[in-house]
């Protein structure tokens, strides 16, 4: 079983990230960015002593999962504790292991989104603007910052800081280039500034 809290996985889950990078495919010459990211993850396991902080909720969080969950408070106060505990076990750690940053910034991205479907705003800034502050100290999860820029801008639309909203969102697509999963913040960004602009023009001048 693959543990929560970076504490390293058994041999059987070690054999299976070893065997990853094997089955890499390429339609058309161009590698599939999903399997890109699990090979990233994969080899990163291996690198830092056989370990990943939340891989279940990372993997539910890049496929849109939280927008479910934020129609179930139950459920997303329950996914909220656990982040939560992961980070209260960041906290009482060394930050000098490896992976330290990648690890606190993938918790405090994760731990943003619940406290902003909740309705914790302020909360859930202070953990965006900790991973956009922290950016150019991560190594290998490089697309946490965009995404947290991303996730920001989608708290403004909430709070209808709509200028707030647009920058952040522009930012996440332009100030960020060659990270994981791109093509995807991509079209969730462009989704978002349709509804900045559309947001924009039914507000009373």
């Not at 890049?62 to 459920?75: D, E, S």
């Not at 999963?181 to 602009?197: I, T, W």
Request: hydrophobic fraction near 40%.
């Amino acid at each position: 079983m693959l543990k929560e809290f970076g504490e390293p996985v058994d041999d059987a889950v070690v054999e299976m990230f070893q065997e990853v990078p094997r089955h890499k495919q390429r339609i058309a010459g161009k590698s599939i960015p999903v399997e890109k990211f699990a090979i990233q993850k994969s080899e990163k396991c291996l690198a830092q002593g056989n370990r990943l902080m939340l891989p279940g909720l990372e993997l539910v969080y890049i496929w849109n999962g939280f927008m479910v969950l934020a129609q179930c408070p139950t459920l997303l106060e329950a996914v909220y504790r656990r982040v939560d505990t992961a980070f209260q076990f960041i906290q009482t750690n060394t930050q000098s292991r490896p992976g330290y940053v990648d690890d606190l910034c993938l918790v405090q991205l994760l731990r943003g989104v619940c406290l902003r479907d909740q309705g914790k705003f302020s909360d859930a800034e202070q953990c965006f603007q900790e991973v956009i502050r922290r950016h150019k100290q991560l190594t290998v999860d490089i697309y946490l910052a965009p995404y947290a820029e991303m996730e920001l801008g989608m708290l403004y639309i909430k709070t209808q800081q709509l200028r707030k909203a647009k920058e952040h969102l522009t930012s996440a697509r332009s100030k960020y280039t060659r990270f994981s999963l791109e093509s995807r913040l991509h079209f969730r960004v462009h989704s978002a500034l349709a509804q900045v602009d559309e947001q924009e023009t039914d507000t009373p001048q």
